[in-house]
C-alpha cells in the first residue's frame, strides 16, 4: 500500500525567506508524485508532478520539488515567499502500474506568511 | 483547458432531504471521476471512484446507499447525498481525469459546501 506523510501541519516563513515543505512517501516502486495547493473554501490546484522523467521538477508559481528516491522524499520549496503563497499544500501519491488510478493524498500542511 | 464545475457552490437543506451535487468536465472528457469528502483543517478523503457507464467503486466505509453517484457521461458525475443529515454536513470536491491520460493528474472542482440544519 502506497502512503504520503508530510511533516509539520503549520510552516510559517516570513515575506522574502525560502519555502520548504517536506514530504515523504512509502511506496514499493517509484510512483507519480503531486504536489496541490488549496485557497480556502476551494478545490485543488496541481502545483507540480513528478512522473518519473527529471528528478527536479518546476511547477507553477515558482515552485519546484526534488524526487530523492534514497530518502523517499519530494520536499516542495520556493526561493522567496510571497504573501499570496499562503494557503494549505497537499503532497499526493499515485501507483504508476495502475496509470495513476487513485490518489492517496496527505494530511495537508499550511502555510503562513509574515509580513 | 482542463476545467471541472461544480453546482452548486453551497447548498443548506434540512434533515431527511436529499441533495444533488453535479461536477462537470468543462472542455475535456472524463471516463474516471473522483468525490472526495474534506473537513474543517483536515485533508481529503476519497469517497468513491466514479466510471462513466458503469458502477462507481465506494472506499471502505462509504456507505453506497447514502451517497448514490452517478456518471451517466463523459462530462458528468453526480453525488446524491440521501436522507441528509448534520453529520453529513461538509466540503465536497470532485476531479477528473483526462480520457486516456496515464500522468495520474486529477484536475479539481472548486468544491461544494453542504450544511444539513
Known amino acids: 500500500a502506497q502512503s504520503v506523510t508530510q511533516l509539520g501541519s503549520h510552516v510559517s516563513v516570513s515575506e522574502g525567506a525560502l519555502v520548504l515543505l517536506r514530504c515523504n512517501y512509502s511506496?514499493?516502486?517509484?510512483?507519480?508524485l503531486f504536489w496541490y495547493v488549496q485557497y480556502p473554501n476551494q478545490g485543488l490546484q496541481l502545483l507540480l508532478k513528478?512522473?518519473?522523467?527529471?528528478?527536479l521538477v518546476k511547477g507553477i508559481n515558482g515552485f519546484e520539488a526534488e524526487f530523492k528516491k534514497s530518502e523517499t522524499s519530494f520536499h516542495l520549496t520556493k526561493p522567496s515567499a510571497h504573501m499570496s503563497d499562503a494557503a494549505e499544500y497537499f503532497c499526493?501519491?499515485?501507483?504508476?502500474?495502475?496509470?495513476?488510478?487513485?490518489?492517496?493524498f496527505g494530511a495537508g500542511t499550511r502555510l503562513f506568511v509574515k509580513a | 483547458g482542463a476545467v471541472v464545475s461544480q453546482h452548486p457552490s453551497r447548498v443548506i437543506c434540512k434533515s431527511g432531504t436529499s441533495v444533488k451535487i453535479e461536477c462537470r468536465s468543462l472542455?475535456?472528457?472524463?471516463?474516471?471521476m473522483f468525490w472526495y469528502r474534506q473537513f474543517p483543517k483536515q485533508s481529503l478523503m476519497l469517497m468513491a471512484t466514479?466510471?462513466?457507464?458503469?458502477?462507481?467503486?465506494?472506499e471502505q466505509g462509504v456507505e453506497k446507499d447514502k451517497f448514490l453517484i452517478n456518471h451517466a457521461s463523459l462530462t458528468l458525475s453526480t453525488l446524491t447525498v440521501t436522507s441528509a443529515h448534520p453529520e453529513d454536513s461538509s466540503f465536497y470536491i470532485c476531479?477528473?481525469?483526462?480520457?486516456?491520460?496515464?500522468?495520474?493528474?486529477?484536475?479539481f472542482g472548486p468544491g461544494t459546501r453542504l450544511t444539513v440544519t
Open positions: 476531479s477528473a481525469r483526462k480520457t486516456g491520460d496515464l500522468g495520474g493528474e486529477q484536475y
Open positions: 511506496s514499493s516502486v517509484p510512483p507519480y
Open positions: 513528478y512522473t518519473s522523467a527529471a528528478t
Open positions: 499526493a501519491v499515485s501507483d504508476p502500474n495502475t496509470g495513476g488510478f487513485k490518489t492517496i
Open positions: 472542455d475535456f472528457q472524463a471516463t474516471t
Open positions: 466514479s466510471n462513466e457507464g458503469s458502477k462507481a467503486t465506494y
